[in-house]
């Protein structure tokens, strides 16, 4: 007889189990910038499906008066929307309730990105599409790179555009299947000054602003570079199930308080985990010189602010009550067998103890295993 696991899988684990096998599946068009035909190739697949047999609806869709990809709706049914008053203007909002009563093969939801009116049950609406899969409801959706939420400040800088709207890194990576749209510029061109994508009267602007060859040429990397990265994971997921291994790469970064870029840290922490499959984790130690009683309410702000933005780009929050940060981190890279350890380099101004070369020889010499990487 074998010995019992020493962690036998419990009734938690096979709800799980249950829970992935009826959750739907996610097919998202990822396009390098606006206009690349993401929501036309959605409504063609719709169309195909229907045509196959396979019940279909649209559960929204805005065709941004774009003749060739209304035209695409066809004999598609379309779910009603959900309208919401919001400062003297109707909104409109996939109604989720609906999709779920009318509990379709495939729901073709535009717009990952879009957020909703306040006082919605979702925020966002990769959170209402979540809800669908979850009910075992397929999903064919769309989003642009620059809505990438570890891409926002690369955007920002290099393009001088803000983008309001983002998704969570980890929702693209665990799509079922990415599917990369892109368009050479002069074909892009062409589609702007012929009025497909933008009236006439918006091309020059537009030109002259985002639509650039520079910046249309920078996105394109990016689009690339993420579908790269997901098609790696994708091959490592699927030698895993193969050969019945488990992935061994965890990582985790050490926030501080004092930390002066916290967006910057997070965004190289998360491409760095998208090398692996389990979810990374945020570790902020909490030292009894940082307890809420001794702290102004602005550090306490920043903090959670910090962690709030990691668990947005797909990571797990720790906060650990320690004596020792070096400690602390330890405790945590041991107990969840982390090998990967992110630090952030403070600015030289701000030479925190703990972030001094003795905080990394500690980590090193505790941690033999695990691989220090500083950012």
Not at 6 to 25: K, T, V
Not at 40 to 64: E, P, Q, S, T
Request: contains cysteine; hydrophobic residues 40%.
């Amino acid at each position: 007889m074998e010995p019992p696991s020493p962690n036998p899988p419990s009734a938690d684990d096979f709800l799980q189990l249950i829970r992935r096998q009826h959750r739907g599946n996610l097919q998202l068009y990822l396009g390098a910038f606006p206009g690349v035909g993401k929501t036309y190739r959605m409504l063609a697949d719709g169309n195909r499906l229907k045509n196959c047999g396979v019940d279909v609806v649209v559960g929204c869709v805005d065709a941004h008066q774009r003749t060739e990809t209304a035209a695409q709706i066809g004999h598609l049914e379309i779910i009603p929307p959900r309208l919401v008053q919001y400062q003297g203007i109707t909104l409109k909002e996939l109604d989720v309730d609906a999709v779920l009563a009318r509990n379709p093969a495939v729901a073709l939801v535009d717009e990952l990105a879009q957020m909703n009116a306040p006082g919605s049950k979702h925020r966002k609406r990769f959170e209402q599409v979540n809800d669908l899969l979850n009910a075992g409801i397929n999903v064919i959706s769309t989003v642009n790179i620059e809505h990438l939420e570890s891409l926002q400040k690369i955007v920002e800088k290099a393009i001088g555009v803000r983008v309001q709207q983002h998704v969570p890194d980890d929702v693209v990576m665990n799509a079922d299947r990415l599917v990369d749209l892109d368009l050479p510029y002069a074909e892009m061109l062409g589609r702007l000054q012929s009025g497909k994508i933008y009236p006439l009267e918006g091309v020059h602007p537009a030109m002259e602003n985002f639509f650039t060859e520079e910046n249309l040429t920078l996105l394109r990397e990016m689009s690339l570079g993420v579908t790269a990265k997901y098609l790696a994971r994708k091959q490592r997921e699927a030698s895993m199930r193969g050969n019945r291994q488990r992935l061994l790469g965890k990582v985790a970064v050490a926030l501080s308080s004092h930390c002066p870029d916290p967006g910057l840290l997070l965004r190289e922490t998360t491409r760095l985990a998208a090398q692996f499959n389990p979810p990374w984790r945020a570790v902020y130690v909490r030292t009894p010189h940082e307890a809420p009683t001794k702290i102004d309410a602005e550090l306490q702000r920043r903090i959670t602010d910090t962690l709030d933005l990691a668990q947005k780009m797909g990571g797990v929050a720790v906060v650990v009550k320690h004596e020792d940060v070096a400690q602390g981190l330890i405790s945590i890279a041991r107990e969840h067998g982390i090998t990967h350890m992110v630090l952030g380099r403070p600015a030289r101004r701000h030479v925190y103890r703990w972030f001094s070369r003795s905080l990394i020889e500690m980590l090193t010499r505790e941690l033999a295993n695990v691989e220090i990487v500083i950012v």
